[in-house]
């Protein structure tokens, strides 16, 4: 058992909820992904391991317990990942032609600027920013 698996086990066990082989099919495909999956693409990666029911209903599980966070693209379409909280802080690209999410993690540098600029903009509004997400929208090199 890995430890981002303990994590979650105790994470669920809190909630008094039963961390499946099923749910650990979800975690291990969401672990090694480049990126937000669908439900279709999980579905695909897990082939067959789990029924498409019990897929959705453990998305919904996770979710509402905090162990995957969802992003909802420009389409509507939903992609998820497990929450940063397991995985560390990253942005994404996403290819507006295909839907490809890739995760990326700015240098230090960077990402001290990217928080900087999140605060600045959020105390214009006099508003206290707890977290950011960036995504950037363009084409990957398979669609440019």
């Given amino acids: 058992m890995t430890n981002v698996d303990r994590q979650i086990e105790r994470r669920l066990a809190e909630q008094e909820i039963r961390y499946t082989q099923g749910r650990r099919s979800v975690v291990a495909a969401l672990a090694v992904a ?19 029911s019990s897929l959705y209903r ?16 420009t389409r509507g379409l939903a992609r998820y990942e497990l929450s940063e909280w397991l995985t560390g802080h990253h942005h994404h690209l996403v290819c507006v032609e295909c839907g490809f999410v890739e995760d990326v993690e700015a240098p230090k540098t960077e990402e001290d600027q990217v928080r900087n600029l999140v605060n600045a903009i959020a105390s214009m509004a006099s508003f206290s920013a707890t977290n950011h997400a960036l995504e950037i929208e363009g084409r990957c090199v398979r669609c440019a």
Avoid: Q, W
């Fill in 58 to 73: 453990t998305l919904a599980i996770f979710e509402e317990v905090g162990v995957v966070t969802p992003h909802l693209s």
């Fill in 34 to 52: 480049e990126g937000p999956l669908t439900a279709s693409d999980l579905l695909a990666t897990l082939k067959g391991d789990v029924p498409l």
